[in-house]
């Protein structure tokens, strides 16, 4: 937090000092009183949370600059190749997007509109789409082709090595079929 006064403080620079400390050490003692009453969350879910404050209005402000950017999600799920080509048509429609934002607008909608079928889709798209490791895709791979398709999440979550608690942060994007 920066005051605007900050920077001319007509009083000794001590007093300035003690004074902003005060100030500083106020509004930390409101975040303490906020994290205790909300359940913080951990892991790779706080991680994704963290990101998820850059990605989503970086989403908002590109895909709401012709339409409601809600528009772009109106039409429900989509693979990762699905969000892919959707973003490419909206680039030959004028939409000004550098190949950074392109990314985080694709991991956006991906990770919150995804969808992957786990019984077919190829490793590096179950990668992307579950934001797991290459090495967990392929032995998703290996697993189904060893044991015929996965019917459910509790043997999806079976695979040897799997992070079943970041696998659930994706389960809403998954089918079998
Ligand atoms: C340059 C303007 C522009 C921007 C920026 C833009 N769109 Fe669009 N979008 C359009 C137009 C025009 C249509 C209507 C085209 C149609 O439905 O025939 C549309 C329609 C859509 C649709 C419905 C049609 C479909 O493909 O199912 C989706 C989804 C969509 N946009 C997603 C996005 C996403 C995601 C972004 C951000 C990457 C985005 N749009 C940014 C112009 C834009």
């Known amino acids: 937090m920066k005051h605007r006064w900050a920077g001319n403080c007509a009083l000794g620079a001590a007093v300035c000092g003690v004074v902003l400390a005060l100030l500083s050490a106020g509004s930390v003692g409101v975040q303490n009183v906020r994290a205790a009453t909300a359940v913080p969350p951990e892991g790779v879910a ?3 949370a963290k990101e998820d404050a850059i990605l989503k209005p970086k989403f908002e402000a590109v895909c709401g600059s012709c339409h409601d950017s809600g528009q772009a999600t109106n039409g429900g799920r989509r693979t990762v190749t699905g969000w892919r080509e959707t973003i490419e048509q909206m680039v ?3 939409a000004p997007v ?4 392109k990314a985080l607008v694709q991991k956006y909608l991906v990770r919150h509109y995804g969808l992957v079928n786990v019984n077919t889709a190829p490793a590096n798209e179950l990668a992307e789409a579950l934001e797991i ?3 967990d895709a392929d032995a998703m791979v290996k697993f189904r082709t060893a044991n015929g398709p996965f019917s459910d999440f509790t043997e999806l979550s079976k695979v040897p090595g799997i992070d079943a608690t970041t696998l659930k942060l994706a389960e809403d994007s998954i089918i079998f079929k």
């Open 46 to 48: 706080a991680e994704r």
């Open 92 to 94: 030959a429609f004028g």
């Open 98 to 101: 550098s190949p950074e934002d």
């Open 133 to 135: 490791s290459a090495t």
